[in-house]
């Protein structure tokens, strides 16, 4: 998901052994999805098919039954905007007729498209040979595949995810999900692939998805301890990569959880802060909440800007939008196809406003954290609709100051960054003298 | 004495205000923030500091009796005319400079032409200066750059046209000269430039000459009176250029939400429209902030605003505000892009619309921006204030008025004469707290 290497500056530049160490958990990440990328492009050479599905609500587990090589084009998009290349393919996109206003993951795909299929690790990614939509809370994800459709003209299948407006998951939306699955989906996945469909082989990827879940809810949790150990919005960017890609399901993925945990839980015992791009971090001063994806294209400024002021991210909603696990959720050997559909109504893209805001909350208290940041983007009108009534609400009940930003996802041009420290810098101070009037009152007392 | 003085480097002008030990407002300083923050916040104080000294001049007069019935024309006329000798100082600055950068090859064999059109451009211009601050003078701004640029460019053309000179040559001599002597801070003068001004005030009123040892006096001792710079606090775009640590940085937010509650103690929101930001904060009973929302990605509808429309208008910044208090029609006027505005103000010219309503319609404009942040910040509670330098503008103040009516109902309304200098006062109080209160001292960068 994402390129540790560059961002740890006390990395030498030559690859270490992986040995298990401090940052072997970012080494091995890496490695996976570079490995992935070739996977990728050499695929079709290889006699594999390919298939690109999104990030939310992905069937990695399933589709990995049927042999496909993955593709996940958010991940391809966010890839290129860390790497700097978002910005051409978003105004070759827009040369070739898309609006301003269009998701920016979805120019940043087509641009990919129109320069050729140049991946983020300068490989030339496959034509996709299967796009399967599942439907998770983002209208914009069928259009995005609609495009794809129309260049590539290749076999689409839908999932459809029932929303969870009431918010909670009936027995009917699962058993919806499930005919979907028996019914369209596993068997365009047969068809296309040739692979026969092999239930116990489902079962087995389920059993080391589960595995690695809970390892990945123990590292995230790991941001109740005082220091948090790691920052669960910059850093969790990172541990959250393989599981919400490619790799769920995969033996290597449940040994690099086991890698990270370990990691964390020996920081833990030190008392040691998050490692940041500028180095670890010395003296945890704020503990934040924050809702809405990072930007990608600044990434490692946005992220100093946190780390300047002691700021860290105890829990995030972003770090969420391929499974809410923390909640309890689990991948089911036992009930495979009933899992699934409930693994896809439970995204948090999936989440109706009064559980987002629940859950908002419930981190504020668990986590111990001062206050809510919500990073809105400005291209994304479904996920950024109404989180100012989220941010209030949040104030409202919590008590806990909150503030609100505005970038972008991969568009370079909406990342003002005078503006956006300004902004953060105040917040930080408001709540650093909030605090100070409440510990002034509590000595009056 | 013991000064607290918080400077706010806003983009357009830099302001700072000077509190005593007993947190009275003793002095206020403006200037323009040029391109150059440093010089910019020293010429703040340093105008701060004068009126500190005005203000001790006040109270020890008052004191004495000496001009018992004229005191406040005396200080008025003293205060004029050492604005003239502050003006001619930098004047004649300007003129040396300006020779001197006709020098070299610039002007070939205009040169000597150039230098002599020049000596004859600053005769005139010093010749006129006293009526330039004769009493009840009108000036576009009180900003050396534009009342000695707008005269300059005016004699210069007539000097051009009977000497036979190019009048861009002496453009171009005053672009380059002005930079340089706007950037020079007249520290060493103020003592020396105060007893000139004494003497012409003498001559001004003579009547006052007659006492004139009772009145020197007094003035000599407040000129001998060290002013401490006990400690100074910063806030604005510029703040960074300080030369203090990060201890006496705040963000404007919290400075102007402090200053707001210290002009105005009933104070619950607050709304500020600056040169590039427009600000909404909620604060407590104690001038805490508990919320803020700002502008995002654009900033018209702020400050700036105007000043581009000034500059299309062909017109000075505070002529505006009069003007649009002449209409007598309603014209809506878009807000959501300056440039745009500015060609919709010129299709309303051509259509024949009148200027003073089209002004009207433009600050309408911008209330409606601030009218949707103060929406997102919370809404606007009872007693609302309103600063900014767009808070001196008397079109905004009643087109926020009848916005705040016509959406919230009647609710008391601040506006204070002052409020360009709310953010410094908010950095000058927390000056004040940060070493009576948290007995902190100086830090340097």
Same mark, same amino acid.
């Given at each position: 998901m994402s390129t540790p290497i560059q961002m740890m500056p006390s990395q030498p530049s030559k690859k270490p052994?992986? @040995?298990?160490? @401090?940052?072997d958990a970012m080494w091995l990440q890496k490695e996976m999805i570079n490995a992935n990328y070739h996977e990728l492009a050499t695929a079709h050479e290889r006699g594999k098919k390919v298939s690109a599905t999104f990030v939310p609500g992905n069937l990695n587990e399933l589709v990995m039954c049927f042999d496909f090589a993955r593709s996940l084009p958010e991940t391809n998009a966010l890839q290129n905007g860390m790497r700097k290349k978002s910005g051409k393919m978003i105004m070759d996109a827009e040369r070739d007729g898309q609006s301003e206003d269009v998701c920016t993951y979805v120019k940043a795909d087509l641009g990919m498209m129109l320069g050729g299929e140049i991946g983020p690790t300068g490989e030339k990614l496959p034509t996709p040979d299967l796009l399967l939509l599942s439907y998770t809370g983002c209208f914009t994800f069928m259009k995005w595949f609609e495009l794809v459709r129309q260049k590539y003209n290749c076999e689409t299948v839908m999932l459809h995810t029932p929303y969870q407006g009431d918010g909670k998951i009936s027995q009917s939306m699962r058993d919806y999900v499930v005919k979907q699955l028996k019914e369209s989906v596993i068997p365009t996945l047969e068809r296309v692939s040739g692979v026969k469909f092999d239930i116990d082989r489902l079962r087995q990827y389920m059993k080391e998805s589960a595995r690695a879940e809970d390892d990945l809810v123990k590292v995230l949790q790991s941001? @109740?301890?005082?220091? /948090?150990?790691?920052?669960?919005y910059f850093g969790a960017v990172y541990y959250i990569g393989p599981m919400f890609t490619a790799f769920r399901g995969t033996p290597e993925a449940t040994q690099y959880y086991d890698v990270l945990r370990k990691e964390i839980d020996a920081r833990v015992r030190d008392k040691k802060g998050p490692i940041t791009p500028e180095g670890e971090l010395t003296e945890e001063k704020y503990r934040l909440v924050v809702e809405g994806p990072p930007n990608w294209t600044s990434f490692r400024d946005f992220w100093k800007m946190f780390a300047d002021e002691g700021a860290v991210v105890v829990a995030s909603t972003y770090a969420k939008v391929g499974g809410v696990y923390d909640l309890g959720f689990r991948h089911d050997p036992d009930h495979p196809l009933e899992s699934l559909a409930e693994y896809c109504l439970g995204c948090y893209t999936n989440m109706n406003f009064p559980q987002r805001i629940d859950m908002i909350c419930r981190y504020i208290e668990e986590y111990e954290a001062d206050g809510l940041l919500i990073n809105s983007i400005k291209s994304c009108n479904s996920f950024s609709a109404g989180q100012l009534l989220m941010l209030r609400e949040v104030e409202k009940r919590t008590g806990k100051p909150a503030a609100f930003i505005e970038s972008d996802l991969?568009?370079?041009?909406?990342? /003002?960054a005078a503006n956006i420290k300004n902004r953060l810098e105040s917040y930080f101070q408001m709540i650093k003298q909030k605090r100070s009037v409440a510990g002034a009152a509590v000595a009056a007392h | 004495m013991r000064c607290f003085i918080g400077i706010d480097l806003g983009s357009t002008t830099t302001k700072a205000v000077v509190i005593d030990a007993q947190q009275n407002v003793v002095g206020r300083g403006i200037t323009n923030s040029r391109s150059n923050y440093d010089t910019a916040a020293q010429i703040a104080k340093q105008e701060a500091l004068v009126n500190t000294r005005f203000h001790l001049f006040r109270e020890a007069l008052a004191k004495s009796g000496a001009l018992n019935g004229s005191l406040e024309d005396f200080l008025a006329q003293l205060e004029r005319d050492f604005r003239l000798e502050q003006f001619l100082v930098q004047l004649s600055d300007l003129e040396t400079t300006s020779i001197r950068n006709t020098e070299g090859s610039r002007f070939g064999d205009a040169s000597k032409a150039v230098a002599s059109a020049l000596t004859e451009i600053f005769k005139r211009l010093t010749t006129e200066a006293p009526e330039l601050f004769a009493p009840g003078a009108k000036r576009k701004s009180d900003f050396f750059r534009d009342i000695a640029g707008s005269r300059y460019l005016a004699i210069g053309d007539e000097v051009a046209k009977q000497g036979g000179v190019r009048y861009d040559m002496l453009c171009n001599v005053f672009d380059r000269s002005i930079i340089e002597v706007e950037n020079r801070v007249y520290g060493d003068a103020i003592s020396a430039n105060l007893l000139a001004a004494l003497d012409r005030t003498f001559v001004a009123m003579p009547e006052t000459a007659s006492r004139g040892d009772a009145v020197r006096e007094p003035i000599k001792s407040v000129l001998d009176t060290a002013l401490e710079e006990t400690y100074t606090v910063g806030t604005g775009?510029?703040? #960074?250029?300080?030369?203090?640590?990060?201890?006496h940085i705040r963000s404007e937010i919290l400075c102007h939400g402090l200053g707001a509650h210290m002009m105005?103690?009933?104070?619950a929101t607050v709304l500020d429209i600056g040169g590039q930001d427009t600000k909404a904060i909620q604060v407590d009973k104690h001038g805490i902030v508990e919320s803020f929302q700002m502008n995002d990605? +654009? #900033?018209?509808? +702020?400050g700036r605003y105007l000043g581009y429309i000034a500059d299309e208008m062909n017109m000075g910044l505070h002529e505006l505000g009069p003007l649009a208090m002449k209409s007598t029609k309603k014209i809506r006027i878009n807000s959501t892009c300056t440039v745009f505005a500015g060609a919709e103000l010129r299709d309303r010219l051509s259509l024949g619309d009148k200027r003073e309503d089209i002004m009207a319609g433009l600050h309408r404009a911008i209330i409606l921006r601030a009218m949707s942040i103060l929406a997102r910040s919370g809404g606007i509670r009872n007693e609302f204030t309103f600063t900014g330098g767009v808070a001196k503008n008397e079109a905004a103040v009643k087109a926020l008025k009848d916005l705040v009516r016509e959406n919230y109902g009647e609710l008391t309304l601040n506006i204070n004469p002052e409020s360009i200098f709310t953010g410094a006062l908010g950095g000058a109080t927390f000056a004040y707290r940060a070493v009576v209160e948290e007995g902190k001292t100086v830090e340097a960068r």
């Open positions: 052994a992986p @040995k298990v160490q @401090k940052e941001a @109740k301890n005082r220091p /948090s150990p790691i920052d669960g991969v568009d370079p041009r909406y990342f /003002s | 775009y510029g703040r #960074a250029r300080l030369p203090f640590s990060k201890e105005h103690p009933g104070t990605r +654009c #900033a018209a509808g +702020c």
